[in-house]
Structure formats: C-alpha cells, structure tokens
C-alpha cells in the first residue's frame, strides 16, 4: 500500500522553462513534505519542505505547494536549468497524532531531465 | 566537512550467504537511520538509531535482518542467508536529532546483488 505516490515516472523540460514535479498522498496524519534530489550513485540531498500549516514554501528557484484537501503537493522549478537533471522523491512525514516524526515515507521518484 | 560515508560501494553475493554494511556518520550526529531501495520502488525505512539504542526497527523485512551501532557513531546492518529479494541499494542517513526538521544527510549506499 503506497502512502506516498509519485505516478510520473520521469519529465522532460527544455532549459529556462517551468518544471512542475507531482506528489499524492493517502494518509491523512502525514502533516510534513520533503523534497529529496539524487544524482546518479549519490545518496538523496534535502531541497526543500513545508509543514501543513503552510500551503506554499519557496527558495530560490524552488517552490513547494501544498493542497491538503486534495492530498496533493508539487515542487515547481523556475527557471529549469541541466544542473536540475536528477530523480526527486517526495517524502512525507506524521509529526503529530503519536506519529513517528523522524520516519520518512517516500514516494517511488521522478526522473526530470532538463534538456539545454 | 566529511558527510555520511557507506562501504563497501557494491556487493556481490551469492544466495544464502551473509554480509555486513557499514555506515559512518556525520560525526555529532545522534541520529542515524537506515532506507533501502529496491529497483523502481522509493526508500523504504528499516530501522532508526538514536545514539546506541533503536527504538524503531519496524522496517527491518525479516530475522535476518539486524543492525547495530556502536560508541554512537559507526554503525553495521547485517543480513544474514541473502536472499535474491534482497538486491537493492541500502543508504544510510544521518541527523542531529531525531526529529523531523533535523536534515537527514545521506551517504552514497551500498549497492548489493545477490545471485
């Protein structure tokens, strides 16, 4: 049973565009949303997260929405470049209810390619 | 600063044999988890330390799997009589505490095959 899903497998932009990345969730205790990026034989590096209370978080070039109701987040990437080509996992965590709050749920990834 | 190092990178094994990874952390990092990967499927978590002591091996598949951390630092998983559902990628992860919004830092992993 997949709590967090990723159903794009991969996305592929041209340079300089938008890149909007997807993520659904079924359990309703997840209350914090990780982006995680991985390079090809390098472990996951944290981009950027937001707790539910919030429905936007931005840095930089990176912006995470979050529609609760919808169970749904995305991660938008303004402007693309190459450097962004790597596999995004969204995670998701239940800080409250007696959840674990350091167990991370991860969906299965996409893999974006930003195309010069 | 040195980040999360994982040995070894890759393992070949052959069924029913053991085999040991290790992991070592960020050093001051108290927390220390370990995910793996199977092919086309997210990180699935195993097991969370907090200094020495686990107190969530929730995620570990079976009784072969076991883990330890010693001095609050490196720390083994060992899976024992491999099994080919046993392939996957084992990342080790590191934060100061164990909380939420204290980063997790990963390490490279250990790619293990088991023919």
């Known amino acids: 049973d997949q709590q967090v899903k990723q159903n794009s497998p991969s996305l592929s932009v041209q340079e300089g565009r938008i890149s909007i990345l997807n993520c659904d969730y079924t359990?309703?205790?997840?209350?914090?949303f990780l982006w995680y990026k991985k390079y090809p034989a390098e472990g996951p590096t944290f981009l950027i997260s937001i707790s539910s209370i919030k429905d936007k978080n931005e840095d930089g070039r990176f912006t995470v929405f979050l529609n609760k109701s919808a169970k749904h987040l995305s991660l938008h990437i303004v402007p693309s470049q190459p450097g962004d080509s790597a596999v995004y996992f969204c995670?998701?965590?239940?800080?409250?209810?007696?959840?674990?709050?350091?167990?991370?749920?991860f969906g299965k990834g996409t893999l974006l390619t930003v195309n010069p | 600063g040195a980040g999360v190092s994982q040995s070894p990178s890759n393992k070949v094994t052959e069924k029913g044999k053991d085999v040991e990874l290790r992991c070592d952390p960020i050093s001051g990092h108290t927390a220390l988890y370990w995910y793996r990967q199977s092919l086309g499927q997210g990180l699935e978590f195993l097991i969370y330390?907090?200094?020495?002591?686990?107190?969530?091996k929730s995620g570990l598949p079976s009784d072969r799997f076991s883990a330890e951390r010693t001095g609050g630092s490196v720390s083994t998983l060992t899976i024992q009589r491999t099994q080919q559902e046993d392939s996957a990628v084992y990342l080790c992860?590191?934060?100061?505490?164990?909380?939420?919004?204290?980063?997790?830092?990963f390490g490279p992993g250990t790619r293990l095959t088991v023919l």
């Open positions: 359990n309703s205790m997840f209350d914090y």
């Open positions: 992860a590191s934060s100061v505490q164990g909380r939420i919004n204290n980063e997790q830092f």
């Open positions: 995670a998701a965590s239940a800080r409250k209810s007696g959840g674990s709050n350091y167990k991370l749920t």
């Open positions: 330390f907090q200094g020495n002591s686990a107190p969530d």
